[in-house]
């Protein structure tokens, strides 16, 4: 090594040093980040599941994530979790199943976030049928309430009441259900679309109240995405669109928004960004050449017609640029769409983030 080159690599290992050392802690945004919901955001709560089918910890999950190996996130790398969490300073928030198994080497804190998100999981119990085991929203929540018992004991209540006020709760729920009722002649049977719909949205209300009276008061909450665009759904429509998916995604994400004002009012202090995740993805879908994808159809992982016929097993095609693609598997975004839905969450105009956006969230 010349002097020069040496001179370069002593300032390197300083500035590495300063990065690692202060960079996090200082770019550090909120005290934490609780994460509820389903596939969208599980990083890894599954893998405990020893009954459920619906697992992303086997190949071709995980290509392009930085150790190259599945997780359990439905995800080629990265998903909307870990965005989330970069874009607050934070590490991603561990799943709660990995920190209450006897495998936690780390004794990772509680305090530093939780993830109880789950694959399959619905706001309706049960909405995870066939995926025979999922932690449903309501189970997540009486998870939460553990969680907070046991810091509660840790650090006192005035404590914890003030890290929890700080910290964001982020609910990403609501596609299983619509999955659920469009996939089962039996619901549908039993009531209407805007029946259901409004079930669905009653009981969302139920659960962000039970985080609310435990402590919650920063709320991110992401409505659906265009379900009926899914390359699942363009199977059943010759690659189109099902239309009336879309439709009652559209009307669930009204109803959202209602909800959300109306709760807001019934309750003090409660601050919350809704996200657009239709409008987000129905951008990419429009207009894919402006954010360099190229194909908005097909999964990028799976067997057959549009990779759809099949899901993400070791033995599906796997596409070899997973940059172009909108979607990794059937029903999943790649890393690529999920970090562009993570922009727009975070400092996306109204159109996308309202009445306010994740970075103001934060700032309230
Ligand atoms: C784990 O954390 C607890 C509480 O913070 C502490 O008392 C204990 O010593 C830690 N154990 C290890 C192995 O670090
Ligand atoms: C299928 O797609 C076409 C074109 O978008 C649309 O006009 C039609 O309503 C769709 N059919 C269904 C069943 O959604």
Known sequence: ???????????????????????????????????????????????????????????????????????????????????LAEKLGLATSPPYLSLTSTANKNNASFMDGVSFASAGAGIFDGSDLRYRQSIPLTKQVDYYSIVREEMTREIGAAAIQKHLSKSIFVVVIGSNDMFGYFESSDLRKKSTPHQYVDFMLLSLKLQLQRLYD????????????????????????????????????????????????????ENRGIIYSYFDTYAAINDLIQTPASYGFSEVKGACCGLGELNARAPCLPLSNLCPNRQDHIFFDQFHPTEAASRIFVNRLFDGPSGYASPINMRQLVAA
């Open 214 to 265: 435990d402590g919650a008061r920063k709320f991110e909450i992401a409505g659906v995405g265009t379900l009926g665009c899914c390359p699942e759904f363009r199977l059943k429509n010759k690659t189109e669109c099902v239309v009336e998916v879309n439709y009652w995604s559209v009307k669930y994400n009204e109803g959202l928004q209602s909800m959300l004002m109306e709760w807001q009012s």
């Open 1 to 83: 090594m010349g002097k020069k080159g040496y001179v370069g690599f002593i300032f390197f290992m300083i500035y590495g040093f300063f990065i690692l050392k202060f960079g996090s802690s200082e770019a550090k945004m909120v005290p934490a980040l609780y994460v509820f919901g389903d596939s969208l955001v599980d990083v890894g709560n599954n893998n405990y599941l020893t009954l459920s089918i619906a697992k992303a910890n086997h190949r071709h999950y995980g290509i392009d994530f930085p150790t190259h190996k599945p997780t359990g996130r439905f995800s080629n790398g990265k998903n909307a979790a870990d965005f």
